[in-house]
C-alpha cells in the first residue's frame, strides 16, 4: 500500500478558472435579468427564478480561486432570457470533464439542472 | 449483533433521506475510493431490489388468474442486480488470490443502503395479506416510491462511476492499483446508470406527484417568518450592504405576493370578509408586492454583486420552503381544499396578520438604512442620477442649477472602479422609493386588520377540516395591539359591514 502522503489543495486548471467564471457571470446575468423582468402571469416563478440565479451564482463563486468573482461591473439587464443564460452556463459545464472542477461542481450541475428543468 | 434502535421514520422519509444522503455525496465524488464505492454500490442495489420486491403486489388489481401485472423498471432492477452480483463476484476473486488487498466499504452507500433494507422491512411488515384492489391515491404513492428508489440507485451509480473514473485517471500507475477491477466496475456499473437513468426520464420528477405527503408542521411558516424578520433586522443593522438591501426586497416581494395568494384562499374558505378582501386588501397587497418589484430591480441595479450574509440567506431560503409547502400543489398553486388539508385555515389568518405587522417594521428599517455609506455599481448609479436629473425642473426645492444638483452626484472619475459611495443625490431618490413601501405596507396592514369574518370562524371546522387545537401560530397582531405596538382596529368601510 502507497504511504499516506498529505494531499495537496486542488487548484483548477486556468482553463477550468476560465469557465468557472464564464458561468458565474452567467448566473449573475440570469439574476439580473429574472429580477428586472416584469410579475406578468407568473410573479412567483420569476421571483423563484432569481432566488435560484442568485444561489447558483453563490455556488459558482465558491468554487473559483479565493471565493472571488472579479466581475468588471458591466453586468447589466438588457432584456435577455434568464433560463436561456443558464443553459448557455450549463452548456459550459460539459467543456471539461468533471474530476477538472473543484469541489462542488457535480452538486452545482444538479442544481444547475434542477432550475432549468423547474423555471422554464 | 444488538437490534437497530427503534426508528419512528415513515417508510417515505426513509427514502427521501436515502436520496438526500446520495445526493450530498455528489459534492466530493472525485475524492471517494471508488473500489469502496463499487462495494457499496452492490449493497445499495441489492436493498434497492429488496425494497422493489417488498412492494409487489401493493399496486395490482385482482385479475382471473391472480397473476401480477409487469410493472415498468422491473427488468432494469433485474439487469442491475446481476451487474451486481457480477462486480461483486470480480471483487471477492481478487481480494483472496494473488495480490489480494481489502479495501473498507463506502460509509454513505452503507448508510443508504440500511435505509432501504429499513423500508423493506417496514413495507413487509404492514403489508395487507390480501386486498380488493389499490385506490388511486395508493397506486400513484407505489410508482412514486418506485421512482424514487430507481432515482437514488441512479445519482448512487454516478457518484460510483466518478469515483472509480478518478481513480482510473490519478491512481492507474500506483504499484498494484487494481486497473483491472477499475474498469471491469466502472463498466458494469456505467451500464446500471444508464439503465436506472432510462427509467428516471420516463418517470423523473412527474411520478412523485403521487406521492403521499405527511402533515405540514402547524408552526412552521410562523417559525419561519420569525427567523426571517430577526436575520432582516439584523443585516440592516450591522454593516448593511447594496446586497443585503436586494436580497431583502426580494425577499419581501415573495412574501407580499406568497401573502396575496394566502389571503384570497382565506376569502375562498369564507374565513375574512370578501368583500373587504376584494375592495381594499388584495389592491392594497399588489401594491406592496410592486414596490418590492421595483425595489428589487434597482437594488439589483446598484449591486456590486457582493456576497449576501449566510444567515439572512438561510432564513429567506426556510421562509420561502416553508410558504412553498403551503402554497404549491405540486406544478400547480393549491386550492382553499388543498390548503385547507395542509393546515387549519382559522389559525393561519393571524399568522397573515402577523406578516403584514412585521413587512410595516422591515420597511421601515429598510429605508432607514438607505444612506451614502453604501458602495454600488458606478455604471448604473451614473445611469440612474443621469435619468434623476433628466426628469427635474430647476430651481427645485432642492438645487437651483442642474450644475448643483450635480456636484451631489458621483464624480466621472469613479466610473471605471469597481464600487462607489452611494451618491447624496441618489439617496433622496431611493429612500422616497422605499417610503413607498411603508406607505404601502401600512395601507396593507390596515386593510388587513379586523378583516376576519367571526361567524363563518365557527362552522370552518366542519367545511375545511378539523381545526387543530392549540396551535401555536399566529398571535403576533393580537401580542402587540395588547402591549401597544399598534393602535385600536380601524373603523371597517367595507360594503360587507
Known amino acids: 500500500m502507497p504511504s499516506p502522503t498529505i494531499q495537496e489543495p486542488f487548484v483548477p486548471s486556468e482553463e477550468a478558472q476560465r469557465i468557472l467564471r464564464e458561468i458565474a457571470e452567467l448566473c449573475d446575468r440570469a439574476c439580473r435579468e429574472a429580477d428586472a423582468l ?37 453586468v447589466e439587464s438588457v432584456g435577455a432570457d434568464p433560463i436561456a443564460l443558464l443553459r448557455r452556463a450549463e452548456r459550459l459545464t460539459v467543456a471539461l470533464p468533471i474530476e477538472h472542477f473543484p469541489r462542488g461542481m457535480s452538486h452545482f450541475i444538479v442544481h444547475l439542472i434542477d432550475t432549468i428543468r423547474d423555471r422554464a | 449483533m444488538s437490534a437497530p434502535p427503534p426508528d419512528g421514520r415513515s417508510v417515505g422519509e426513509l427514502l427521501v433521506e436515502a436520496e438526500q444522503q446520495v445526493r450530498d455525496a455528489l459534492h466530493d465524488a472525485p475524492d471517494r475510493a471508488g473500489l469502496a464505492m463499487a462495494q457499496g454500490w452492490i449493497e445499495v442495489v441489492g436493498a434497492a431490489a429488496e425494497l422493489w420486491g417488498s412492494l409487489r403486489g401493493l399496486d395490482d388489481a385482482p385479475t382471473a388468474g391472480g397473476g401480477e401485472t409487469p410493472k415498468p423498471g422491473a427488468d432494469g ?37 440500511g435505509l432501504h433494507y429499513r423500508a423493506a422491512d417496514m413495507v413487509e411488515r404492514h403489508k395487507p395479506r390480501a386486498t380488493a384492489g389499490p385506490s388511486p391515491e395508493l397506486a400513484a404513492d407505489i410508482e412514486a416510491t418506485r421512482t424514487r428508489i430507481m432515482h437514488t440507485v441512479y445519482v448512487a451509480s454516478h457518484v460510483t462511476t466518478v469515483a472509480l473514473s478518478d481513480d482510473l485517471s490519478r491512481r492507474s500507475r500506483e504499484a498494484n492499483a487494481p486497473t483491472g477491477i477499475w474498469t471491469d466496475a466502472l463498466r458494469r456499473i456505467g451500464a446500471s446508470e444508464a439503465i436506472a437513468g432510462q427509467h428516471v426520464r420516463q418517470g423523473y420528477p412527474g411520478a412523485l406527484q403521487g406521492e403521499h405527503r405527511d402533515p405540514v408542521h402547524p408552526s412552521r411558516l410562523a417559525d419561519a417568518q420569525s427567523a426571517w424578520d430577526v436575520e432582516a433586522h439584523r443585516a440592516l443593522s450591522q454593516a448593511p450592504m447594496a446586497s443585503t438591501l436586494r436580497y431583502i ?24 370578509d370578501p368583500s373587504q378582501h376584494r375592495v381594499r386588501l388584495s389592491p392594497a397587497l399588489e401594491n406592496m408586492a410592486e414596490r418590492w418589484g421595483k425595489a428589487t430591480d434597482v437594488w439589483g441595479g446598484l449591486d456590486p454583486r457582493e456576497p449576501v450574509a449566510g444567515p439572512l440567506k438561510a432564513a429567506g431560503a426556510e ?9 404549491h400543489d405540486q406544478a400547480a398553486p393549491a386550492n382553499a381544499r388543498v390548503l385547507s388539508s395542509r393546515t387549519d ?6 399568522t397573515l396578520q402577523n406578516s403584514l405587522a412585521t413587512a410595516v417594521d422591515l420597511s421601515h428599517a429598510f429605508r432607514d438604512t438607505i444612506d451614502s ?9 451614473h445611469a440612474l442620477q443621469n435619468e434623476q436629473i433628466r426628469e427635474m425642473a430647476f430651481p427645485n426645492r432642492r438645487w437651483a442649477t442642474e450644475e448643483e444638483a450635480r456636484a451631489q452626484g458621483m464624480p466621472l472619475s469613479s466610473l471605471g472602479s469597481q464600487s462607489t459611495p452611494l451618491p447624496p443625490l441618489l439617496v433622496a431618490t431611493l429612500r422616497g422609493q422605499a417610503h413607498q413601501s411603508v406607505r404601502a405596507a401600512t395601507e396593507s396592514l390596515s386593510a388587513a386588520t379586523g378583516i376576519e369574518r367571526r361567524p363563518a370562524r365557527q362552522e370552518t371546522p366542519a367545511r375545511w377540516g378539523p381545526a387543530r387545537a392549540g396551535t401555536p401560530v399566529g398571535t403576533g397582531v393580537e401580542r402587540l395591539r395588547a402591549v401597544g405596538s399598534i393602535g385600536p382596529r380601524p373603523a371597517v368601510d367595507g360594503p360587507a359591514r
Open chain 2, 319 to 327: 421562509l420561502r420552503a416553508a410558504t412553498r409547502e403551503l402554497l
Open chain 2, 345 to 350: 385555515l382559522a389559525a393561519l389568518v393571524p
Open chain 2, 77 to 113: 432492477m433485474d439487469q442491475m442486480l446481476a451487474h451486481a452480483t457480477s462486480v461483486q463476484r470480480r471483487i471477492a476473486r481478487a481480494s483472496t488470490g494473488q495480490g489480494a488487498f481489502a479495501t473498507p466499504v463506502d460509509e454513505t452507500m452503507v448508510e443508504v443502503a
Open chain 2, 373 to 381: 455609506m453604501l458602495l454600488v455599481k458606478p455604471k448604473a448609479v
Open chain 1, 38 to 74: 416584469p410579475p406578468g402571469d407568473r410573479p412567483m416563478r420569476n421571483l423563484e427564478l432569481a432566488f435560484d440565479a442568485d444561489d447558483l451564482l453563490d455556488e459558482a463563486i465558491s468554487m473559483l480561486p479565493g471565493g472571488v468573482y472579479a466581475s468588471d461591473g458591466s
Open chain 2, 249 to 272: 426586497a426580494r425577499v419581501e416581494d415573495f412574501r407580499a405576493r406568497a401573502g396575496m395568494m394566502f389571503w384570497r384562499l382565506a376569502a375562498e374558505a369564507g374565513l375574512v
